[in-house]
């Protein structure tokens, strides 16, 4: 039986939650560049080595779980499928490198500029948006996420942490974090640097859990098929981004450094391993499209499109630079120049499937819709497992064919990615426009909480509850869903 401490906390949060969404919160961009943080560090006490693994394990995870129920309505949640779909691919297939994990590991991307990724205890990993806009290849990325799935399978929490109530430490992680996001996020969150400071003064920085983090992240990353060298590569901009910046960087962050001894020792380990570079080209075009998604959504627009431009005047001949200036195009709602750079990007390279979806999407809301037809059976003769190419042929369907043809794709869409928002999401459009409330309640219950809005999926939770069959499927779904975030319906 889970212990549900939470509970009363959690009903007063929704009613606020429903109350904030409905006039909209600032986004932070404080452009703050720092070192890694192992979020909670160590206080030297090692009172819980003498508990049991069982009972480590699930400390654990109940102070992941608060903390994501805590952090869900501070924190701007991103659910662009070009960046959380793909974050999540990347912390997968790492993951999945790690033998006997006892975690399940869950994946989410915060909408802020800032460099930096953290790791909650019990397998919660987040990175935010900068990190992702600033790192430079998918080996970068992908060796930070090694590192920060290092943290979790080396219990660095439980190892230095003096047994805390699980509701204090969650609180204190979000109030940390909150605070380190300065001005918008932090002030939504009702606390200061000074507060901040004073909170972590317990919780120092452990040099020993980075540089083990560090040395068997670069063991793990290059397991998962990953070169290694990316991740100096992103240590050295963590670097210069923080000497450039560090006037503006919280006292918090002076606690945590990255000296250049850590640089070159991650170099030497790296450098051992051998690694021979493998060529990736797919999941390179979808890392640089998750990168330009994650600077469109903290950035200005108008300065990526002219610096996109620019790209593509410098390098004619690259399909690629095209492709990606036609999609910031197509994101923004510019159709006729969306259509004019992802045709010539096409036209150019049609050896990978986002050329054909995303030109695709365009005719779609242009109004062709036979040729956004042609081009998704296409996409699918290349690729009969894409996501996104299930969710945007369930949108042409939904305009022509109708609903129920749409729900089929978009279930197909939920079948190929249950982790994949935007696949939920869209499943629950299709249960609402043929009237099954309770199962569209469910779904969108489902894309927050895959999102990190866990808090807005316990709401919508709830309610699915109240529209479906007490004894049906789904809503012993809904009730085991709301059961391990310890709440009662
Ligand atoms: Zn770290």
């Known amino acids: ?6 509970n009363k906390n959690i009903m007063q949060r929704i009613r606020s939650l429903m109350k904030r969404t409905t006039t909209g919160t600032a986004c932070a961009v404080c452009g703050l560049a720092t070192c890694l943080v192992w979020l909670l560090g160590t206080a030297g006490c090692t009172y819980m080595h003498t508990r049991t693994p069982g009972d480590r394990i699930s400390y654990e995870e109940k102070v992941g779980r608060q903390f994501s129920l805590e952090a869900s309505t501070y924190f701007r949640w991103m659910d662009d499928p070009e960046v959380l779909d793909f974050v999540k691919d990347i912390g997968h297939r790492i993951s999945a490198h790690v033998i006997g994990t006892p975690y399940e590991y869950r994946f989410y991307v915060i909408r802020d500029s800032t460099m930096n990724a953290f790791a909650v205890p019990g397998g919660y990993i987040c990175f935010f948006a900068g990190l992702i806009a600033q790192a430079e290849t998918v080996d970068g990325l992908a060796g930070v996420m090694a590192h920060e799935i290092c943290h979790v399978e080396g219990n660095h929490f439980i190892r230095g942490q003096k047994k805390m109530d699980v509701a204090n430490i969650a609180s204190l992680a979000v109030t940390i974090l909150a605070a380190t996001l300065g001005g918008g996020q932090g002030a939504a969150a009702g606390v200061t640097l000074a507060q901040a400071a004073q909170q972590t003064a317990s919780l120092h920085y452990s040099r020993q859990f980075e ?10 990353v290059q397991a998962a098929g990953f070169d290694p060298n990316g991740m100096v590569s992103v240590f050295k901009r963590f670097h210069a981004l923080a000497r450039l910046n560090a006037a503006d960087l919280p006292p918090y962050f002076y606690t945590h450094p990255l000296p250049a001894d850590r640089i070159y020792e991650v ?10 570079p493998r060529s990736k080209p797919q999941l390179e075009a979808q890392f640089e499209l998750a990168r330009i998604t994650a600077r469109l959504r903290t950035e200005r627009f108008d300065a990526l499109a002219a610096e996109q431009m620019a790209k593509v005047e410098k390098n004619p001949q690259s399909a690629q630079e095209r492709f990606l200036l036609g ?21 150019m390279d049609r050896s990978l499937v986002e050329h054909y979806i995303y030109l695709a999407r365009a005719y779609d809301l242009s109004g062709n819709l036979v040729r956004a037809k042609e081009l998704l059976e296409m996409a699918y003769e290349m690729d009969p497992r894409n996501t996104l190419t299930e969710v945007f042929y369930g949108d042409l369907m939904a305009k022509g064919e109708g609903w129920m043809e749409a729900l089929h794709h978009y279930q197909r869409a939920v079948i190929l990615n249950p982790r994949s928002s935007v696949a939920h999401a869209s499943l629950a459009k299709a249960y609402e426009r043929i009237q099954e409330r309770g199962k569209s309640y469910y779904e969108l219950a489902l894309s927050d909480k895959c999102a990190g809005r866990y808090l807005k999926a316990v709401y919508y939770f709830q309610k699915a509850l109240k529209h479906l069959d ?3 499927r789904e809503a012993k779904l809904v009730q085991a869903e709301l059961e391990w975030m310890g709440v009662e319906e």
């Open 267 to 276: 170099e030497g380990w790296a450098k051992a391993m051998r690694a021979v």
């Open 1 to 6: 039986m889970l212990n549900l401490i939470y």
């Open 211 to 220: 540089r083990e983090a560090d040395r068997e992240g670069v063991e793990l």
């Open 470 to 472: 007490k004894d049906g």
């Open 327 to 347: 999609y910031l195009h197509l994101k923004r709602g510019n159709l006729p120049l969306a259509l004019e750079y992802l045709k010539k990007a096409f036209d």
